[in-house]
Each structure stands twice: as C-alpha cells, then as structure tokens.
Nanobody, 114 residues
C-alpha cells in the first residue's frame, strides 16, 4: 500500500490548510486511518484517527480546530486544519492499518508562522 500526502505549506497563525492522503488501495480494507505529526526533536504523535467503526479521535490540542474526513470513492483521507498555531508546525504523516500491517506516507511539512 502506498500513501501520498498533499497540501502542506507555510501559513500564518490563524490560517488554515487542508491535507490530503491518497491511498493506492481501497479504504474499505483499513482497520484505521489517521494523521500523525512529528516536530523536530520530538516523538511522532497522533493527531486524529478514525477506526473501522467510524469513531474519530483527536489529540486534545487540535480538538475543535482539526477535522478528519474520508472519501472512499477517491481512496483519500483529509485533515482540515483551522485556526493554526505555531505549535502545529511539524511534518504530518498519513497512516493506514490493514490487519496487522502499518503503512505510512512520506509526510508533508506544515509550518505555521507567528
């Protein structure tokens, strides 16, 4: 499975970005779909994830600002990011779990200036 992320960039604080992750395989096979991020010198952390049952979980700092969605017809997962803050600066990676396998994209850089 290949995952390719799009949509990162440089934005001012308070701005917005929409990330997209295109999968080479149908999303129907996934146990979960999610976005993680990793800032320099920090561990990779969960941003948002949707499980097979359709329940979406968000990291506390992004609740109310970020929205994860999926388009099964396009095999694409989105992350709408509003009211961006400098602390959101990181490389954002798409994740897809199928059975016991874990797939990652290369990531897309998000930089929020103050």
């Amino acid at each position: 499975v290949q995952l390719v992320e799009f949509g990162g960039g440089l934005v001012q604080a308070g701005g917005f970005l929409r990330l997209a992750c295109e999968a080479s395989r149908s999303l129907f096979f996934s146990r979960s779909l999610g976005w993680y991020r990793q800032a320099p010198g920090k561990q990779r952390e969960l941003v948002a994830v949707i499980g097979a049952g359709g329940v979406t979980t968000y990291e506390d700092s992004v609740k109310g600002r970020f929205t994860l969605s999926r388009d099964n017809a396009k095999n694409t997962v989105y992350l709408q990011m509003n009211s961006l803050k400098p602390e959101d600066t990181a490389r954002y990676h798409c994740n897809m779990r199928i059975a016991s396998y874990n797939y990652w994209g290369q990531g897309t850089q998000v930089t929020v200036s103050s």
